[in-house]
């Protein structure tokens, strides 16, 4: 049973919107899959029922932007099966505030340095909070960039430039826990990527139930370490590609990160 348990949508920073990726999704034989937007659980009802069109079973999902403010480590938190998802919101919705707040104050730094960019040019890129991926797509679109990942990226956004400055994150145990309030089950996100294996013993106790395995930023001894730590905390091991289509350096392909069928199984019951 194929199944890819982190995908993000138009909802959040994702290129495509929901019915392309079950179309593709569909394609692929896909069985059952996670929108996972970014700290929002937005339409999540709309997307089961989307995916239920398609003969695939798609679980509630949200992956959290988090951050431990003792080892000062970011940690991304992945949410499924939840019900309403009324904690996480009210603990998301600010942190959304701020991302948006981020991206417009991003906006007009590059009209200051002479782009020519305005927050309705960009609007139409995002869903209801703008993202920097899609500030970066409207300049690539409008002939002042030629690509997303380009100098723009990489020297304004990146290596100390002017708009490379980020928000507060929420509390990686808060994030656990909002989760739990809502009955699902948290999962922490590819801990190879941001070497945050330190965090396991409190996200633990705060009543993490899994760790994410199978990640196209997990390399083999990332993957050995996420085995080694499920095994000594108790967690279950989840995969997905973390589709975000062309909003990423390299297309993470979907279906390709699917975790056993067992543990599908368990978050599915």
């Known amino acids: ?28 034989g896909i069985k059952v899959m996670s929108f996972t937007e970014h700290d929002s659980v937005a339409g999540y009802e ?11 079973k798609a679980l509630p999902g949200v992956e959290i932007s988090a951050y431990d403010f003792t080892s000062g480590k970011k940690a991304h938190i992945l949410g499924f099966n939840y019900s ?10 600010p942190l959304l505030m701020r991302r948006h707040g981020n991206s417009l104050r991003k906006i007009e730094i590059l009209r200051e340095l002479g782009y020519k960019i305005t927050e309705e040019d960009v609007r139409r890129y995002a869903g209801k909070y703008i993202y920097k991926q899609h ?8 002939g002042q960039e030629d690509e997303l990942f380009g100098k723009v990226y990489y020297t304004l956004f990146k290596q100390n430039g002017p708009c490379d400055f980020d928000i507060t994150y929420v509390d990686a145990v808060e994030a656990v826990q909002a989760i739990n309030a809502d009955g699902g089950k948290a999962v922490l996100a590819h801990p190879g990527q941001q070497d945050n294996f330190s965090m396991i013993p409190q996200l633990k106790e705060a009543g993490l139930w899994g760790i994410e395995l199978l990640h196209p930023m997990h390399n ?10 499920a095994e000594k905390f108790g967690l279950y091991c989840t995969g997905g590609s973390d589709y975000h289509g062309t909003y990423t350096k390299t297309i993470h392909e979907l279906g390709h990160y699917s975790p056993a069928e067992a543990t599908v199984r368990l978050l599915t019951e």
């Open 135 to 142: 500030i970066l797509k409207y300049l690539v679109d409008s």
């Open 84 to 93: 309403g998802g009324e904690h996480i919101t009210a603990l998301c919705e």
């Open 220 to 229: 083999q001894a990332d993957r050995e370490k996420v085995l080694a730590e």
């Open 1 to 28: 049973m194929i199944a890819d348990l982190h995908i993000h949508s138009t909802l959040s920073d994702g290129s495509d919107t929901r019915e392309q990726i079950l179309q593709k999704a569909s394609a692929l």
């Open 46 to 56: 709309d997307g089961i029922a989307l995916a239920a069109s398609y003969g695939i």
